[in-house]
């Protein structure tokens, strides 16, 4: 089966946004577990930045250098076939310019979309409208001058950053994702957001697909399920590092059993059916089972 070009990915990649099926991302963090996601049927592959800066021993909030994390979806890249979309954060600099030639690069690698936010390190002040919209505009023009439609998934921090009402933060997320949308973002991601009326108002007030997180952490809930979700005329869910740090917590309580208490309880739950682990083996790699 001849493999998609680059292009041809993103404009797959972009149409998924506009099906009348939700499209949901389970994100990975290197080449395993994006090969075990695309092996398990899943319709693209999209990266956790917590879960790539975790993987190479950093924390989140662009602590890892660029140039890292570059040759961490440089090697995701490599490995699948599907369109592929990445975290990049803030975009890992300080003005639009150098932000402008780090997607250049990450474009370079195959991708064919972004998340990016609207804020630094999660600081109490979101960047100013304008000047975010700006960026996204500039991105716009790169993607476009390269003959790639680059999938700009451009969220906004509200929920996380601001200490207002909840209606509040909901008028500013509307009023940015709009903005966004009008600036060149083809998806609006808000997380925080769990109940379903909240989520409703977002897609009926959001001139654009609308992207939404399950990941229960900081006291967010898990929102709707998936069909529910879809029912109400969201485009996409992510589980963002939800998936990266479930694994961790597994690796936490086989650690504590074996070297409290000397036995596998943990370990052996987690594998069986030992048939299924060891497919789940083959499917993320190319070598034989070890």
């Known amino acids: 089966m001849r493999q998609l070009t680059q292009k041809e990915k993103a404009e797959l990649f972009l149409k998924l946004h506009h099906d009348k099926e939700i499209l949901v991302i389970l994100n990975s963090w290197d080449p395993g577990s994006s090969r075990l996601i695309e092996a398990s049927g899943f319709k ?23 140039a890292e994390m570059l040759e961490a979806i440089k090697r995701i890249a490599d490995k699948v076939t599907l369109p592929m979309t990445v ?7 300080n003005n ?4 402008v030639n780090n997607i250049k690069q990450v474009i370079n690698t195959g991708v064919v979309g972004i998340n990016i936010e609207d804020s630094i390190n999660r600081d109490p002040e979101l960047l100013d409208i304008s000047e975010f919209s700006e960026r996204i505009s500039a991105i716009r023009e790169l993607s476009d001058s390269l003959g790639i439609h680059l999938v700009i998934n451009a969220r906004t921090d509200a929920y996380l950053t601001l200490s207002g009402t909840a209606d509040s933060c909901m008028a500013e997320s509307i009023k940015r994702g709009n903005s966004y949308k009008e600036a060149g973002a083809d998806c609006i991601f808000v997380p925080c957001v769990s109940d379903l009326s909240s989520i409703s108002t977002l897609v009926k007030e959001i001139a654009a697909p609308v992207n939404i997180l399950a990941n229960p952490t900081n006291g967010v809930e ?39 208490s000397g036995t596998y309880d943990k370990l052996l739950e987690a594998l069986s059916p030992i048939e299924e682990s060891v497919k789940a083996y083959k499917m993320a790699t190319d070598n034989p089972e070890n």
């Open 87 to 93: 975290d990049i954060e803030g975009g890992f600099g």
């Open 222 to 260: 898990l929102p709707p399920t998936i069909k529910e979700l879809e029912e109400i005329g969201v485009a996409r869910l992510s589980v963002g590092s939800s998936l990266m740090k479930s694994t961790l917590a597994l690796i936490k309580r086989v650690a504590d059993e074996t070297i409290q």
């Open 44 to 66: 693209a592959i999209g990266t956790t930045s917590m879960g790539v800066s975790a993987s190479l021993g950093y924390p989140d909030c662009e602590q890892i250098q660029f």
């Open 96 to 99: 639009t310019k150098d932000i």
